[in-house]
């Protein structure tokens, strides 16, 4: 018995995966694309200037030639992209089991269902860390979603937050982050604001207005905490959402470069001939600035090329520690005057040599001291005869001349346990 065409029709509108079993003429593909962007788009009347202007490009046969689909979705992704910095084209990935690997050609490789790529990723969260200084990092490399408490991604900003929870000072790292949920947006924000602050994105789309603001709040917000925030042009979307509303709302610092510039949010739709396209469903609005970062991106306070932003971030949060308790301000500054040290040149012989139980030996780049059986630290020179520790700059080693200008002792000096003397063996 033969299928009826009309079962056919059906599930190939169902089966993405299915579809892509059968060649589809661009001019078919492009026109499913812009029926899609015409029902779906957030703004009926733009969408029907795209929608037309895509129908009459394929109608001249303008991409008929792109018969491989990957041609034909990086053209259609370029040209949708100067409309909306969110429209991109491209081929789902598959819901059931991956393929066998290749082992010949990086044809075979095929995109990884997000839910999998997001588990395997820490929800976004690279890295978090308390810097020397007590500076808080979180670098993220994009937004999770979740809706509950029990929700992985919930529970991961949860700790990360917990991490940094007695900082001085919070630095949240977005140059590598494209973007994601505004869930994760929302919630992130109330961190650092008071439960009642009016600075949330609204969203206005087809079916009405939607807030970023978050149901349940974070519990424990820190609105006092000084923030900076690292952007980079490949920040984008939901990154670029929290970068400007820190901004707007006066409660971070933006170090870097301008970011990509896409505001509007969406989702993919799927097409009966198996292609996703990417369509901005609403548009956002800050309530303090009315405004949004389409096309123009989020501009940094602090402008800096994004591979200098984490020092410059760093060394202003340190800076901003002048008024902490002694040993706190002691730390701060040696820590900042570790990251401004320029390479000096020095004569290691002077100081080579066994001093107590440790022993100090020249390195390519500086000097290492090794006290007994413990890790060797790593020392740059700041000034004559001091020295600082790289991986903890906090500490420093110091050494003592006598009249006739010989080394004959060193001290370790650590703006957190005080100063040890040890003197120089004889050879």
Do not use: C
Request: net charge negative; glycine share 8%.
């Amino acid at each position: 018995m033969k299928t009826p065409a009309l079962l056919v029709a059906l599930l190939l509108a169902a089966s993405p995966a299915l579809a892509r079993q059968t060649p589809v003429a661009p001019r078919v593909v492009v026109t499913e694309i812009a029926a899609a962007i015409r029902d779906a788009y957030f703004d009926p009347a733009k969408a029907e200037v795209i929608a037309a202007a895509l129908e009459a490009e394929a109608a001249q046969g303008r991409y008929d030639s792109l018969t491989d689909p990957r041609d034909l979705e990086t053209a259609l992704t370029a040209r949708l992209e100067p409309y909306d910095q969110h429209f991109s084209v491209g081929k789902p990935a598959p819901s059931g089991p991956a393929p066998a690997r290749s082992t010949t050609a990086s044809s075979g490789l095929v995109p990884v269902p997000f839910p999998v790529v997001a588990a395997r990723q820490g929800q976004g969260f690279r890295s978090v860390q308390v810097l020397p200084g007590n500076v808080g990092l979180i670098e993220m490399r994009f937004f999770g979603d979740f809706e509950g408490a029990d929700d992985p991604a919930r529970k991961q900003v949860d700790a990360a937050l917990q991490l940094v929870s007695n900082t001085d000072a919070v630095i949240i790292d977005l140059r590598n982050n494209g973007g994601g949920s505004p869930a994760m947006v929302g919630y992130l924000v109330s961190a650092f604001v008071g439960p009642d602050a009016d600075v949330y994105n609204r969203f206005h789309s087809r079916e009405g207005e939607s807030r970023e603001a978050p149901a349940q709040p974070y519990a424990a917000p820190r609105v006092d905490v000084p923030v900076y925030v690292l952007i980079s042009g490949r920040t984008g979307s939901a990154a670029e959402a929290f970068a400007y509303t820190m901004q707007a709302a006066r409660r971070a610092v933006i170090v870097g470069e301008t970011s990509g510039g896409a505001a509007n949010p969406g989702g993919p739709v799927f097409t009966p001939s198996g292609y996703r396209v990417f369509i901005s469903t609403g548009s956002p609005t800050n309530p303090l600035t009315g405004g949004n970062w389409e096309k123009i991106g989020v501009r940094p306070d602090v402008a800096v090329p994004a591979e200098e932003a984490l020092d410059a971030a760093w060394k202003t949060a340190l800076a901003g520690q002048s008024g902490a308790a002694p040993a706190a301000a002691t730390e701060a500054v040696w820590v900042r005057e570790a990251l401004d040290a320029k390479p000096a040149a020095f004569d290691p012989a002077a100081y080579l040599g066994a001093y107590g139980g440790s022993v100090v030996q020249a390195s390519a780049d500086g000097l290492t001291w090794k006290n007994e059986r413990r890790p060797a630290w790593r020392l740059r020179a700041l000034s004559p005869d001091l020295f600082f520790d790289v991986d903890e700059p906090y500490r420093r080693i110091r050494f003592v001349r006598d009249e006739t200008g010989r080394v004959t002792a060193l001290e370790v000096l650590d703006s957190q346990t005080g100063v040890t003397r040890l003197l120089r063996r004889s050879a």
